[in-house]
């Protein structure tokens, strides 16, 4: 059967399509713009491909993402993928599997009546986290299970794949704070949300990343993945903001380094005390347009003070 919200959604983005046969639907390709219509998008397998000139995915998902569509239709995207076949699969790159807890609840389904709902909703509020936050990062929760009392932020990488989630204990005397799944942190934190044409903001957790919103990426601990190290050079990402806090000085330092010596402008963004989910969004982005461009000199220095 035709998921048509799903066809009117791809149609919204590449005009008018044709059937083809067996869940095909034919459009024009904005790769090649020939002009016939010969790029077909499987609207079950979401397969697509130009018979033309040859470009293809095989996640609708993917083909938004090289258009550069708008958030608010990717978000739509995964809401009707979801109401037909939508899992998260196993990544490529993780050795091990990454499944959301079999117990989460989505937050951004309201369901007021329940007080676990409530509560974990209160817990984000009094965190800064906004409803449109909720929706954009699929935030979810536990009321039961081994996740029971936490509060859910999955993390996709670019292909819309889960790669990691956080838990976060939303009731202040729960003994465990955090609970984190035993899966490969060699990953891309949010990537789905990440625009590597744009200066990206390195921060510790997902609340941190969530706070300064735009290209912030989590490193869901204090080192920096290889596979993010990777990602920043092989698309050639200009510019970059580090932002962790005071105990994590060390490896900010050898991470600037690492990166200044691959020709990226490296910001150090010195937040006090703080981490900047407390600090909040205005405040933080101020913060990170007035730091200076750190410089060989000043990372001499730092070495010199044994930092
Ligand atoms: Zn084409």
Redesign the pocket.
């Known amino acids: 059967m035709t998921n048509f919200k799903l066809l009117t959604l791809v149609e919204s983005v590449l005009g008018k399509g044709r059937s083809t046969n067996k869940g095909n639907v034919a459009f024009h390709?904005?790769?090649?713009?020939?002009n016939k219509k010969?790029?077909e998008v499987n609207m079950n397998s979401q397969h697509w491909h130009?018979?033309?000139?040859?470009?293809a995915g095989r996640k609708i998902i993917t083909l938004f993402k090289k258009l550069k569509v708008e958030r608010f239709k990717i978000s739509k995207l995964f809401e009707y993928i979801e109401e037909t076949e939508y899992r998260p699969k196993i990544t490529t790159t993780n050795t091990k599997a990454v499944e959301l807890p079999a117990e989460f609840k989505p937050l951004w389904k309201l369901n007021k009546l329940s007080p676990e709902y409530r509560n974990a909703v209160y817990y984000l509020k009094k965190r800064n986290i906004t409803i449109y936050d909720i929706l954009k990062y699929r935030i979810g929760y536990c009321d039961s299970g081994p996740y029971s009392g936490k509060v859910i932020i999955p993390s996709y990488d670019a292909n819309g794949v889960l790669n990691y989630f956080v838990g976060r204990a939303y009731y202040e005397d729960d003994t465990f704070k955090h609970k984190n799944p035993q899966v490969s942190k060699d990953i891309v934190g949010f990537e789905l949300h990440v625009n590597w044409n744009y200066p990206v903001c390195l921060v510790e957790g997902a609340f941190d990343a969530i706070a300064i919103r735009r290209n912030a990426i989590p490193l869901f601990g204090k080192t920096i993945p290889n596979q993010l190290k990777h990602r920043i050079i092989e698309n050639n990402v200009k510019t970059i903001y580090i932002c962790l806090d005071k105990d994590a000085r060390k490896q900010a330092i050898e991470t600037a380094e690492y990166f200044m010596a691959n020709g990226v402008d490296v910001y150090f963004v010195d937040i006090e005390e703080k981490d900047p989910s407390d600090i909040g969004f205005g405040k933080i982005n101020s913060i990170l347009a007035n730091t200076e461009k750190l410089t060989s000199e000043w990372l001499m220095e730092q070495r010199i003070l044994g930092i």
């Open positions: 390709c904005p790769f090649c713009h020939h010969k790029l130009c018979w033309v000139c040859n470009a």
